[in-house]
């Protein structure tokens, strides 16, 4: 069965420390796998989307993205965060037969300390 | 621009009501999707479409039913519903099939039945 786990529900830092949000996949091949922002009373915006190649991937506002097959994980990162990043973040699969479907973890809401 | 508009913003109604979620895309995109999105589950699929007159069953369409009438427009109906349908809605639409090809969220519908 397909699926993404979002292990962490909350994560709060500190203005301008590094970030790391969690992202483990559940799919027999290699998947097409993305990371939204939900602002608050907002739509989803996509960061970022790996599909192959470079297994690190860079997307809008510094973020970036390292997919391991070996660790079925696509990790979001950010060297130093601010207070706009506050926002609710999801992981997504969609299967590489992809009829467009995708496959939502459950969020991680993130914080930031001033 | 492209996008993805959806109607009612916000919609009240009683248990056992009948309500009408609509969604419009202006992205010339041959797939659109309705999911809906509750703490701790993310966005889960209900239906989509590949085009005018298509319907296929997402993975939670149990209460749902959908109609796509033509290209840009997507409706979801609530027959009958039930205070487990409150939920905030995303209708979204994409390319499906084209490597490229991103997803277009709306900015969501929240729905409360009382």
């Known amino acids: 069965a397909q699926s993404v786990t979002q292990p962490d529900a909350r994560v709060t830092v500190s203005e301008g420390a590094s970030l790391q949000l969690r992202c483990k996949y559940s799919?027999?091949?290699?998947?097409?796998l993305f990371w939204y922002v939900q602002y608050p009373r907002q739509g989803l915006q996509l960061l970022l989307k790996?599909?192959?190649?470079?297994?690190v991937v860079q997307g809008v506002n510094s973020f970036e993205a390292e997919f391991s097959k070996s660790n079925s994980s696509f990790h979001l990162q950010k060297a130093s965060v601010h207070w706009s990043d506050s926002a609710v973040y999801f992981c997504?699969?969609?299967?590489?037969?992809?009829?467009?479907?995708?496959?939502f973890g459950q969020g991680t809401k993130l914080s930031i300390k001033p | 621009e492209a996008a993805v508009t959806q109607s009612p913003r916000n919609k009240v109604t009683v248990t056992g009501g009948n309500v009408t979620l609509s969604c419009r895309q202006t992205?010339?995109?041959?797939?659109m999707y309705w999911y809906r999105q509750d703490t701790g589950h993310g966005l889960r699929l209900i239906h989509y479409?590949?085009?005018?007159?298509?319907?296929q069953i997402g993975d939670v369409p149990d209460g749902y039913k959908a109609t796509r009438t033509t290209q840009e427009d997507f409706f979801l109906l609530l027959e009958l519903a039930s205070p487990s349908q409150t939920s905030l809605y995303f209708c979204?639409?994409?390319?499906?099939?084209?490597?490229?090809?991103?997803?277009?969220f709306g900015s969501g519908t929240r729905l409360l039945v009382i």
């Open positions: 479409s590949y085009g005018a007159g298509n319907l």
């Open positions: 790996y599909y192959s190649g470079d297994p």
């Open positions: 979204a639409s994409s390319d499906a099939g084209h490597t490229n090809s991103d997803y277009t």
């Open positions: 799919y027999s091949a290699t998947p097409y």
């Open positions: 997504a699969l969609s299967p590489s037969s992809n009829q467009g479907k995708l496959i």
């Open positions: 992205n010339s995109h041959n797939y």
